[in-house]
């Protein structure tokens, strides 16, 4: 049975002791446990090196985080509850002993990386906000070699500016970044969309909860489907036909419009297509948003997660939209 541990250990919003505001360097995360969680004091808005431990260490277990950033909030809480739920755990979205000795391991937190000239590549000088102008776009790809790692590293830009204070990201640079692991792989039988907690669940054939993520899942004016569906199928990297009579009006644009491909478009760099019409699972621009404010009615993953759910899944796999999950916390 889990035991409780003192709210002093509970409490997400403290850091490790010792350090001053602002400061962050790779051993303090890991050297850092989870167990240190509440000892000291840091600033709220300044990433806590045994929050960052626990990201990670739950994303290498497929309960995804989100954006990894050392911050407190319900997108943790809410991967501590869906490790707990995948491990047949008691379900409270807490970090008791017994889910810290099952997550960690030996392995560091945050390793060394050389920016090669590939990272420079591909990018844009900047992304509008109108998708009039972006359909004038070729691409809608990276605004900088920052923003393209923090990704591919599931950070945010905060937490890698953070550990990289003086850095350039230049070719040839050494950086810090957190290591996220590999990404999850499996068959996916079944997609449960939770509607009330945000949290996406895959599913395998005999019942085994193997990946779980948070996720938008449309809002008050632009619900989500109710009921099953199926996966139609997957685009990789897909262009995006806005037409607003289908869907939204955004801004001043009433015509159909064509957006070009890239991260940075508005369902980001993969589509996972479902059978009810103009519905899908997708990626975002804005990862750090996810949970965070509401989508048009589309189920909105970072774009990391929709790439490693889009990998484990195949036409056919069941998507059920609920208004409750096994995983949520109590």
Request: with cysteine; hydrophobic share 40%.
């Amino acid at each position: 049975m889990k035991t409780d541990l003192p709210m002093t250990l509970l409490a997400l919003i403290l850091s490790v002791g010792g350090a001053h505001a602002g400061e962050l360097h790779p051993e303090m995360i890991n050297a850092a446990s989870i167990a240190d969680i509440g000892k000291g004091r840091l600033s709220p808005a300044d990433p806590n090196p045994a929050i960052v431990r626990l990201q990670v260490l739950l994303d290498r277990a497929g309960s995804s985080p989100g954006v990894i950033d050392g911050l407190s909030g319900e997108n943790v809480n809410k991967a501590v509850a869906g490790f707990e739920a995948m491990n047949k755990l008691p379900v409270d979205g807490r970090p008791d002993p017994e889910v810290v000795s099952r997550l960690e391991d030996n392995a560091p937190i945050v390793i060394s990386y050389v920016v090669s000239p590939e990272d420079a590549t591909g990018l844009v000088e900047t992304i509008p906000e109108d998708y009039g102008e972006k359909a004038k776009m070729q691409r809608l790809g990276y605004t900088s070699v920052a923003e393209k790692l923090s990704e591919r590293f599931h950070m945010s830009l905060d937490l890698l500016s953070a550990l990289n204070p003086a850095s350039q990201f230049a070719p040839g640079d050494t950086v810090w970044v957190v290591d996220p692991g590999p990404a999850r792989a499996g068959k996916v039988k079944k997609i449960e969309a939770d509607k009330k907690i945000g949290q996406v669940l895959a599913y395998t054939e005999d019942g085994s909860l193997l990946a779980v993520y948070p996720a938008t899942i449309g809002s008050k004016d632009n619900p989500s489907p109710s009921g099953k569906h199926k996966v139609k199928g997957v685009a990789r990297m897909p262009v995006y036909r806005y037409d607003p009579k289908l869907n939204f009006k955004q801004g001043k644009n009433d015509e159909v419009l064509t957006i070009p491909k890239g991260p940075n478009g508005p369902v980001g760099s993969v589509w996972i297509d479902l059978t009810e019409p103009t519905y899908g699972i997708h990626g975002t621009p804005e990862p750090k948003l996810i949970d965070k404010v509401g989508s048009h009615g589309c189920v909105r993953l970072t774009n990391w997660d929709a790439e490693e759910l889009a990998g484990m899944v195949k036409p056919g796999v069941l998507v059920d939209f609920v208004n409750r999950s096994p995983a949520a916390p109590k």
